[in-house]
């Protein structure tokens, strides 16, 4: 389902995936199936996307950046791919962006959540299932099921595979909840 | 005025209300009169906008938000309507997404002022003609006429009726210019 | 070149200059040559460019704000052009919006890069070659090559004209590769 005002370059985009309107994805770029890309994001030439993501809206995905099965990206949170961007018409930037050494690639694991407006600097991972609060600034690698938060962001406690704190990290990542649900299962 | 680039699908939208190019307003919104939505902005199905709302480019109103008259809303300033986001096509996750248990409540009431990239996390009440400073993450509600800022945000001092700081709050929230003028009236 | 989802409403562009699909370019804007405007990018009328400035997607330049020749602005990073923002339709804030007087403007020197999600409050000036981190909050003038990161942002280092970060200043602000370069010419 691609909006009738949205952009799709690409043809590696898996079935069931919805782009909404004034979306734009590059030729190159690559997204699985059931994805959810809301207005106004982008998805650049070299971004990765694995099923079942939810990009809110003006969330852009950079060359480098890749979104494993599952992940959520907040409302306008953003990413990066190079630690020292200068304007690469500038005089003093040309020697460096003559090259691709300038590109630092992130990753983002399965099932994690972006929370809105944060900032995530490029070179780091972010764990399976972690949780990125709404408007920090991810300045190095986040665990699995980590919560974290602030300037820059700092971690606070852990998270369910369903998104609730947890009281205690208990051994396992589940909440009470989910952990009878998987012990039934 | 709608903009020949934007697109607006709902029916409840008041006279002299004007949408500005490739924004979306989608069925279901409700807005009053007299507002001007600016380039890239959002206003979600089940979102409410007062009369003589200003949204500043780039910003989306989702479900469960709710502008009083006159509320002010910066560049890129964020609001959220779910405290444990995660994509709902993940399979963990599945089960909260099948009510709207998730959804949590925000209102902004009227005269208030939210500052640019500012981020507001659902579920908070900002009181009237409160001033969020700019970058800001508001964590909790904001009393009328306070002035927050910070990352979580904090109470700094007071505003008038027209936004500017107050010295002291002297037992109502008018700055000297507008005490007179009140006077007069 | 301009994208046909692009508009561009200003005659004052230079050679060279490429605007990317739903940016918008208002008349009255100043754009010098070759600068990069990226998807959802916009400058308003009275808002001015230099040469060989990179706008990444999702920037705002508000009237007021002066971009000089080969600055970069990353992703998503916010100006604002008012210091007390009310929405202009509210009474309180009649008379404030009569005359021009809320306007304050914002300059960024020669070769000075934002960083993504940055947010640069009205009134600064950000000197040559600067940076300034992801995510920062700036409420103050920056001196030349300074690097700042935080919120508010504070200076915690120096950077060369091409990004890298200084070791220690050291009289001049040369890296060690540029520096060599330099003697070379």
Request: net charge negative.
């Amino acid at each position: 389902m691609v909006h009738e005002l949205a952009l799709v370059e690409t043809e590696c985009i898996g079935s069931g995936t919805r782009v909404w309107a004034f979306a734009h994805v590059c030729a190159g770029a690559r997204i699985g199936k059931n994805c959810n890309l809301g207005d106004h994001s982008y998805v650049e030439h070299g971004a990765t996307l694995g099923d079942g993501v939810t990009l809110k809206n003006g969330v852009c995905v950079w060359e480098g950046v890749t979104l494993e099965d599952g992940v959520f990206v907040g409302p306008n949170a953003v990413f990066t791919n190079d630690l020292t961007p200068r304007s690469p018409r500038l005089p003093s930037a040309k020697l460096r962006y003559s090259s691709k050494n300038w590109l630092v690639p992130t990753r983002v694991r399965e099932g994690a959540s972006i929370g809105a407006n944060a900032t995530i600097i490029c070179g780091v991972t972010v764990g399976e299932y972690a949780f990125i609060g709404a408007g920090a600034v991810v300045t190095k690698d986040v665990a699995p099921h980590a919560l974290v938060i602030g300037v820059p962001a700092k971690q606070v406690g852990w998270v369910c595979f369903c998104g609730r704190k947890l009281a205690e990290q208990n051994g396992g990542f589940w909440c009470e909840d989910c952990g009878e649900m998987e012990e039934k299962c």
